[in-house]
């Protein structure tokens, strides 16, 4: 997360100079579009099966990717908006947490699609860039992949489930002109516990990432 957080700093004192003379936002209805990294944080996953007692892992990921897009209207203090975003995390380790063994060169992900609902507030000022915070609710898809370890140890099956989830985070927006502007963004996004039935087995987990993200927002 240093090096994402890093990045985002450098695309933003770069892009300042070049819109130092950029009229500030104004209100009114937008729409965009955003590009980023998540970095799913660690989980805890419990496995029940028919074939003895529940197995607890601690799941770790790899970052993957983070797109989506927004709609809303900005009213100058606050902007209101629906977001639908896809977040991914490809699983990198799985560990037994109560025996130790650890499942390495896994192949399997867990996928996010939200649909969120968004308040933001706007600290604007004098200059183009105004800072902004806020978060939100809604749903999310979370879909686990068929999942294998140590080259075919199946560890958990293909199942979906949907989940209460929310974020909250903030960001800088550089106005390019009254119309066009940059979103240089960071989000926390978590989702309630969802469960994951097959014929086999269930598996239970909760999602949560770091999000970072540049975007490009057009006012209408």
């Known amino acids: 997360m240093k090096k994402i957080t890093i990045a985002i700093a450098a695309i933003a004192l770069c892009a300042i100079p070049a819109v130092s003379g950029a009229t500030p936002p104004r209100p009114g209805a937008y729409v965009s579009g955003f590009l980023g990294v998540s970095a799913p944080l660690n989980t805890d996953a419990t496995t029940y099966d028919n074939l003895g007692p529940p ?32 977040k991914q995390g490809d699983i990198k380790t799985v560990t037994d947490r109560d025996t130790g063994v650890r499942f390495g060169n896994v192949d399997g992900d867990l996928g996010a699609l939200a649909v ?53 985070g903030g960001g800088v927006e550089i106005a390019i002109n009254r119309q066009f502007s940059l979103d240089l963004g960071y989000r926390y996004f978590g989702t309630s516990k969802a469960t994951f039935n097959s014929t086999f087995q269930t598996t239970t987990l909760r999602y949560e990432s770091h999000n970072g993200m540049v975007g490009f927002r057009v006012k209408f």
Do not use: C
């Open 116 to 168: 969120m609902a968004n308040a933001f507030f706007d600290l604007h000022n004098a200059t183009p860039v105004t800072p902004y915070w806020g978060g939100g609710i809604g749903f999310a898809v979370l879909k686990l992949s068929d999942t294998f370890g140590n080259g075919g140890t199946p560890l958990y099956a293909e199942s979906d489930d949907t989940v209460f989830a929310y974020q909250a």
């Open 55 to 86: 197995i607890n892992d601690r799941v770790e990921f790899d970052p993957s990717i983070n797109v989506g897009g927004t709609g809303g209207y900005d009213f100058g203090l606050i902007r209101l908006e629906g977001e639908i975003s896809y």
